[in-house]
C-alpha cells in the first residue's frame, strides 16, 4: 500500500502532538509537514512552516487540530491544491459549516463533530433504539467533562440528541436540566444534562426509561487519544476518495 503523505496543521498543540505520535507508529503514513504559528520548528522531526502558504510538500491528506478561525483559510488551501482535508476542529457555526459544505464540492472532506469512532458507534446505537422503542420510552442524554469545559452541554450530546430526535415519530423538544416545582416531564421531551468536574475527558450515557425497564448505552474516553486516533483512520478512509463531505457514518458504513 501507498505510503499516505500527512500536512497536520495545528501541529504544536495537544492533540496535534497525539495525532503525530500515532502516525509515527504507522507503518502507511507519514507527516510530510506541520503547521503552527506558535510552535518551535525545532521542537518537531518534521518541517514546520508557520503558515500553509510556505508549504510546498504536496500532501494526500490534510489533518486538521487548530482554531476555528483558521479553518477558512485551510478550506481554501484545499481547494486550490485539491488536497482533501480531515476536520477535527471544534467551535465552527453555520457560516463555516455552509463553507465546509460548499468546499466538498470540489474536494474530499471529512467532517465530524466528535472524531471518536466509539461516540459515533453510541449514536448510531441510540437511533436504532429510538426506532424500535418509539414513543414509549423517556429519554435522556447525560454528559460529563472535566472543570475547565467552558461550553455546556457538550456538541457530542446535541449530536446524539439530534440524532435521535430524527428518529423519533414526532418532533421532540430539548430540555437542558430540570428544577423548579413546575418540572414534570413532557411525552415529548429529549432531556440534556451537563456535569462539570475534576479531569473528566469525556462521557456520554443514553437512557431509555419505560414502563418497568431502563436501557442505557454509555462512552467514556480515558484519554483523547481516541479522538486522535479517529483523526487518523479518517484520514486514511480519505486517502484518494473524490469529492464529497464525509463523516463517521461513512466509516461505520464501511
Known sequence: ?????????????????????????????????G????????????????????STEKADVLIDFSHFSAVGGVLKYCIDTKTPAVICT????????KAINDASENVAIFRSGNMSLGINLLIDLAKRATSVLGDNFDIEVIEKHHH???????????????????????????VY???GKDAKRK???????????????????????????????RHSATSRNVFAEGAVKAAEFLFQKGPGLYDMNSILKG
Open 1 to 33: 500500500m501507498a505510503m499516505i503523505k500527512i500536512i497536520l496543521h495545528g501541529a504544536g498543540g495537544k492533540m496535534g502532538g497525539v495525532v503525530a505520535e500515532i502516525v509515527k507508529a504507522s507503518n502507511n503514513m507519514e507527516i510530510i509537514c
Open 35 to 54: 503547521i503552527d504559528a506558535f510552535a518551535d520548528p525545532s521542537d518537531f522531526e518534521f518541517p514546520l512552516y508557520e503558515d500553509l502558504k510556505f
Open 90 to 97: 471544534t467551535g465552527i457555526d453555520g457560516e463555516l459549516e
Open 148 to 174: 475547565r469545559k467552558v461550553d455546556a452541554p457538550s456538541g457530542t450530546a446535541y449530536m446524539i440528541a439530534k440524532g435521535i430526535e430524527s428518529k423519533k415519530s414526532s418532533e421532540g423538544s430539548f
Open 177 to 179: 436540566g430540570r428544577h
Open 187 to 217: 411525552p415529548d421531551e429529549i432531556g440534556i444534562h451537563a456535569v462539570r468536574g475534576g479531569t473528566i475527558v469525556g462521557e456520554h450515557t443514553v437512557i431509555f426509561a419505560g414502563n418497568d425497564e431502563i436501557i442505557e448505552i
